[in-house]
C-alpha cells in the first residue's frame, strides 16, 4: 500500500472509529459530536501499534478521542501565538528562529495536540503566500533558522516541499532549517517510499543543514517501519531530532521514559527536549503531569542513559519564552532558566518557584499554576 493510499484509508467518521472499538450504534453520535469539534484522522499503520481492548493503552490514548476532551479548562493558545504572528502564517517570537505555519492537516490528529485550535479545521492561520514569508525572512537578517510547522509539513505535496526548500536555501543568513513532523512516527513510509522527496533532502542539504525534529513518545513507536524511516532521511544528509512530550498515562512511568531514551539513541535519533504538556482545552487534565511529578520522572529517566541520553533538556514553551525546568532545592522550591526569551531582560535568567504538588505550568508571572 503507497503512503497516499494509507492516508485515503485512514479513519476519520465515527462510524468508522465505533467499528473499530466495537463499540454500540449509540455511542456514533456522540463521537461524531466530538469528532466535529476536535477532528480526528489515524493511519492503519498508527492504528496497528494500538491495543484497541485496552483503554489505558498508551498509543491508543494518543490517537482514540476522549470525551474527556470536551473539559474546556485550559487555553487554546497556551504560549502566545498569536501575539508573536508578523504575517499570515508566520511567527517570529524568538530574535534568532521564525516559524511558518506551512497547513493545518496531519497524517495523525495526535489528541495532546498544543494547536487543536486550528488543526484539521481553520486555515486562517496558515501561510498562504511562500513569497511574503521569504521576503519577510530576506529583509531580518538576525533570523538565522526557520523551523517550518504546521500541522505536519510533510504531508504537504512533495513539489510545495521543494518549494520551501528551494526558496529558503537561496537566503545566505539562514544557517538551517527545520521540520517539525510527526511522519517518522504514524506514517513513515512517506519518507521512505517517496523518492522524489529523499532527492530533495538529498540536494538541498547539500546546500544548508536540514533537520527533521520529530515526536517520539513511547517505546513502541520506535518500529523497524520507523527506522527505516529515519535512515531514509540520515543517508539523504537530514539530522534528525526528537522532542517528547511528558504524557500521563503514555510516558510518564521513569521506566517507561528511560526505554524510550534508549531507543532513540539506538535510532540515531538525537533526543532535543522533553516538553511539559501544555495547559491546552480539552488536554490538560487528561495528558499533564504535576511539574514537581514530571521533574523525578525526567530525572530517574536519564539516569539510566549514557551521554547521548542525558543531553536533552526538559522544558515549557511558555509565553514569555522556552523555559527549562532544571530540579529541585532541599528547601522544595524549584529552579528554572529561560533557554530562549521573548524579552532581552530574561536571556538565560535564573529564577525559582516554590510550587505545590498539583502545579502542572507557570503563569504569567511566573508561579505556579
Not at 473539559?71 to 502564517?89: H, I, R
Request: hydrophobic residues 35%.
Amino acid at each position: 500500500m503507497s503512503w497516499q493510499e494509507e492516508l485515503k484509508k485512514s479513519i476519520r467518521k465515527a462510524a468508522e472509529l465505533i467499528a473499530v472499538l466495537g463499540l454500540s450504534p449509540e455511542d456514533e453520535a456522540r463521537y461524531a459530536r466530538l469528532i466535529d469539534q476536535y477532528p480526528m484522522m489515524i493511519t492503519p499503520y498508527y492504528l496497528s501499534l494500538a491495543d484497541l481492548s485496552n483503554p489505558e493503552d498508551p498509543i491508543r490514548k494518543m490517537c482514540i478521542p476522549s470525551f474527556d476532551e470536551l473539559d474546556s479548562e485550559g487555553s487554546l493558545d497556551t504560549s502566545g501565538e498569536a501575539d508573536n504572528t508578523v504575517l499570515n502564517g508566520v511567527q517570529h517570537k524568538y530574535k534568532p528562529t521564525a516559524l511558518m505555519l506551512s497547513t493545518n492537516q496531519c497524517a495523525m490528529y495526535c489528541r495532546h495536540c498544543f494547536r487543536r485550535r486550528m488543526v484539521g479545521l481553520s486555515n486562517d492561520e496558515l501561510n498562504k503566500r511562500v513569497d511574503e514569508a521569504v521576503n519577510y525572512l530576506k529583509q531580518h537578517t538576525e533570523v538565522s533558522n526557520i523551523l517550518i510547522s504546521g500541522g505536519d509539513p510533510l504531508v504537504n505535496p512533495t513539489q510545495i516541499i521543494g518549494r520551501y526548500l528551494h526558496d529558503l536555501t537561496r537566503i545566505d543568513h539562514l544557517d538551517f532549517i527545520r521540520f517539525g513532523s510527526r511522519i517518522p512516527v504514524t506514517l513513515p513510509e512517506r519518507i521512505y517510499g517517496d523518492n522524489e522527496l529523499l532527492d530533495l533532502f538529498a540536494q538541498y542539504a547539500d546546500k544548508k543543514a536540514i533537520s527533521v525534529v520529530t515526536q517520539f513518545n513511547h517505546p513502541r513507536e520506535l518500529t523497524e517501519e520507523s527506522l527505516k524511516a529515519i535512515r531514509a532521511l540520515t543517508g539523504r544528509g537530514v539530522t534528525v531530532k526528537n522532542q517528547i512530550v511528558l504524557l500521563q498515562g503514555v510516558n510518564s512511568d521513569p521506566e517507561v521514559l528511560a526505554e524510550l531514551l534508549k531507543g532513540l539513541t539506538r535510532f540515531n535519533i538525537a533526543p532535543y527536549y522533553i516538553f511539559q504538556c501544555r495547559p491546552v482545552s480539552g488536554v490538560k487534565g487528561r495528558f499533564q503531569i504535576p511539574l514537581l511529578d514530571g521533574c523525578d520522572i525526567v530525572d530517574k529517566a536519564k539516569a539510566k542513559q549514557n551521554g547521548f541520553g542525558k543531553s536533552l533538556r526538559y522544558a515549557m514553551s511558555h509565553p514569555l519564552g522556552k523555559i527549562e525546568i532544571i530540579g529541585r532545592l532541599p528547601d522544595g522550591e524549584m529552579i528554572f532558566k529561560f533557554h530562549q526569551n521573548k524579552y532581552p531582560e530574561d536571556s538565560a535568567r535564573i529564577f525559582t518557584r516554590r510550587l505545590s504538588p498539583a502545579d502542572t505550568w507557570l503563569d504569567g508571572d511566573l508561579n505556579g499554576v
